[in-house]
């Protein structure tokens, strides 16, 4: 099987979205799902579980918790569409770019 040119390699452990050693980070996206829940419980008096979220917008309930809980965690153009439509956000409502902490970065990463 040919090997793939170093411009397609895959950035990411298979399976999970652990970085591959040695592989050059230099930020991550982070998003804010907890800040968007309690804005629609600010704006109707109540927060809207994950279930009810999957319902309208179609993005299942582990995508919702995986975005929540993993620093990084990696979806779709079409999963942020959807949840910007039903929280009613711009993207950069959505998620925020947070660089590297200084002490993670290596001599290589610099």
Sequence with gaps: MPSRPDSVKRNFVCGTNTPVVG???????????DERLDEVR?????????TEIQEVTGVSVSVLSNMRTKVGYVTTTRTIDALCRYF??????????RPDPVGERTAETS
């Design 23 to 33: 592989e050059k980070r230099d930020g991550m996206i982070i998003y804010r799902i």
């Design 42 to 50: 600010d704006r109707t008096g109540r927060r809207p579980s994950f």
């Design 88 to 97: 009613q956000c711009e993207p950069g409502e959505l998620m925020r770019w």
